[in-house]
């Protein structure tokens, strides 16, 4: 008799530490929750990937993210990616919009950082400068991901994995097609630049990657660069001023597709044919900019992938479990001339 008083008495003690528990483990999501990642229920497809959690079951992961703004339809293709996979994993996504300002990211990630989310990731708006708010994220035991940027901070331990494009490989092939195109000219050949936003690692790596190859051929000269901020408005308010100043130019490099489209218009106002006058390479493949390259007013394109959400979501999900995963993973992309951008475009996603 008294050994089984014991055994009611463990068993009582048991199912309180459970009740406990399981109404206690999301005690922490105090704020609103901003994303479009509010679904109660994990789909079907995520629910093999929930199941494997070390968070007690039944309990939803919460992820932080602070995406750069809304500067382009690359973004755009972005945010709605990452949205749409966080909601199809069931995760609670908690998700701030920084407007192109790094100030804004370090408070989302700040605030993050107070609501104990379980995981936090951004797209850094420029490289430098992270190093503090990733030490307080460390300190708090908070895991960190970055996706599509990446930042210039030496102690590699600050974050558990990139996720994103490789951009000086971008703009390596960007100039290696400047220089297949151009090979047989013997005039110099005046190319202006549009750059992403300054500081950004696009900008930087696209760039780089660029003058790299261009270097092969000395006719090969970029008289003008400056940077549109990754934006419609900037990429045609900056090629009007090229255009001003110089009268001979002969190609365009912008970093994205929502420059050159701005970029575009210029052109057009200036009685000039885009394609044509001026030989356009951007980097991005988004819609817009494959069917203005179906069109042939952009002769080469460069891929860069939005749709990091599912990649995310999966790295998410191995840091919680406590798993080890790769500190570099790189996203698969590909290049199209104005005829593959004609085949592609039906089918094009984003
Ligand atoms: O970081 C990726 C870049 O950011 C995209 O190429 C550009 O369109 C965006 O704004």
Request: glycine share 8%; hydrophobic share 40%; with cysteine.
């Amino acid at each position: 008799m008294k050994s089984n008083k014991k055994w009611g008495a463990g068993l009582l003690l048991a199912m309180l530490i459970a009740i406990v528990t399981a109404c206690g483990s999301n005690g922490n999501n105090q704020a609103s929750n901003t994303g479009g990642a509010s679904s109660p229920e994990p789909s079907p497809s995520a629910t093999t990937s929930a199941s494997a959690s070390e968070k007690p079951s039944g309990s939803k992961i919460t992820l932080g993210f602070s995406q750069v703004g809304a500067e382009s339809g690359w973004r755009t293709a972005n945010t709605k990616s990452i949205q749409d996979s966080a909601k199809s994993a069931g995760y609670d996504l908690k998700f701030s919009d920084a407007q192109q300002k790094q100030e804004n990211q370090i408070k989302a990630i700040r605030s993050f950082i107070q609501q104990k989310v379980d995981v936090i990731a951004f797209s850094p708006v420029v490289e430098s400068g992270w190093d503090t708010v990733l030490k307080e994220a460390k300190d708090a035991g908070i895991p960190v991901i970055l996706t599509d940027r990446a930042v210039d901070s030496e102690d590699k331990t600050l974050y558990r994995t990139f996720i994103g494009s490789d951009f000086v490989e971008e703009g390596r092939k960007a100039g290696q097609w400047v220089v297949d195109k151009f090979k047989d000219s013997q005039e110099a050949v005046n190319i202006v630049e549009l750059q992403g936003t300054t500081g950004s690692a696009p900008a930087n790596d696209r760039k780089s990657g660029f003058q790299e190859m261009i270097a092969s051929n000395p006719n090969l000269k970029v008289i003008a660069s400056q940077t549109g901020d990754f934006t419609r408005a900037k990429g045609k308010e900056v090629m009007q001023a090229f255009l001003k100043a110089h009268k001979d130019i002969d190609v365009l490099y912008a970093h994205n597709d929502d420059m050159a489209l701005g970029a575009i218009q210029a052109i057009e106002a200036a009685g000039l044919k885009p394609g044509e006058d001026i030989i356009i390479i951007s980097v991005d493949a988004v819609k817009d900019g494959m069917t203005a390259a179906a069109a042939g007013k952009i002769n080469f394109i460069v891929e860069c992938n939005p749709l990091l959400g599912p990649q995310l979501m999966e790295a998410v999900q191995a840091v919680v479990d406590g798993k080890e995963i790769e500190p570099r993973i790189v996203t698969n992309e590909t290049t199209f001339t104005s005829e593959q951008a004609k085949e592609a475009l039906p089918s094009r996603e984003y």
